[in-house]
């Protein structure tokens, strides 16, 4: 499979656009009552097809979001969308640099390592002028992609409390370092989770470095200033780490973001349950400051 670039510009996809797969991956909370697939319809950049996160999920996990579906049914989606195993794929959102991450992320933990995020987005992209389209997208069906899951990119819930355990023993010198994408305010446990009956807080010597942090407007910051965000935070740039959020989705904007710092994929993972699954559970150590 090729080797491109993981972050690209608007202008570089509007000269590339006949040579790669698009998809849209817009996402939002449920309270905030959006609809993603008429915004869709409504505004995309052309040949663009709307990928659902709350669609192409595993499906047998009902009590959490968006779990990363199984490599199975991950290849009938694609092959839906008509992409094939050696297509460059480029995602993008109606954020800039957010939920696209998640799908970024989705594709590389089952073996798709050609894939790009736009960066800006979509307003990055009607920024500079560019068309957009409207209407359903006219997907051409293929058969035959294989999807094989990356298991060192992917974290449940069992290791994750093992590794805090480890942390706890060691006064956090032993262990993989967590690093938590939520606002301060929810990492903290002095405002509310979005969804009810869930606590907020966090888990026993995580780090919060909040995604909006890794952004300048709808765009992702320099690798210096993104080392600069994490460092800050107390992040250990060389230290293996697991992401975590309130679903999956932030954490791997995290995740992206730490590639772009120059962090090695092989340190990091995501902790795709994540504080949903973590709280959701009576035995989770719950921390609040």
């Known amino acids: 499979m090729q080797k491109v670039d993981r972050l690209v510009s ?6 590339n656009l006949s040579k790669v ?4 991956c817009s996402w939002y909370l449920p309270f905030m ?24 999920k595993d499906l047998q996990k009902s009590d959490l979001p968006h779990m990363l579906p199984p490599p199975e049914f991950f290849g009938r989606s694609m092959d839906s969308f008509g992409i094939r195993n050696d297509d460059h794929v480029v995602v993008y959102d109606s954020a800039g640099v957010g939920p696209a991450c998640r799908v970024f992320w989705t ?7 050609s894939v790009s995020v736009l960066n800006g987005g979509l307003p990055g992209w009607t920024a500079k002028g560019h ?24 974290h449940e819930y069992d290791a ?20 938590d994408a939520r606002p301060n305010g929810r ?9 009810p009956g869930l606590s907020s807080g966090h ?30 935070a107390g992040v250990d740039l060389g230290h293996p780490t697991i992401l975590s959020c309130g679903s999956g989705v932030t954490a791997s904007v995290l995740y992206f973001a730490l590639l772009n710092a120059g962090v090695d994929r092989k340190n990091l993972s995501v902790y795709d349950g994540s504080w949903t699954e973590y709280a959701l559970n009576p035995k989770s150590e719950i921390i609040k400051d």
């Open 203 to 232: 888990m026993p010597h995580s780090i919060n470095v909040p995604f909006m942090q890794v952004t300048n407007g709808s765009e992702l910051k320099s690798p210096e200033e993104l080392r600069k965000v994490f460092e800050g």
């Open 160 to 179: 994750v409390v093992k590794n805090i355990e480890q942390l706890k023993a060691s006064g956090g010198k032993t262990g993989k370092q967590i690093v």
């Open 33 to 56: 009552n959006r609809d993603v697939q008429k915004e869709f319809e409504d505004k995309h950049i052309p040949g663009a097809q709307f990928f659902d996160i709350d669609g192409i």
């Open 21 to 24: 797969k698009v998809l849209d």
């Open 107 to 113: 594709f590389q933990a089952l073996g798709h390592d």
């Open 10 to 15: 608007a202008q570089w996809l509007y000269d």
């Open 131 to 154: 068309k957009t389209d409207l209407g359903r997208a006219s997907p051409k069906p293929t058969t035959g992609y294989k999807a094989h899951l990356i298991e060192p990119l992917v």
């Open 187 to 195: 990492f903290t446990g002095k405002e509310p989770e979005f969804r």
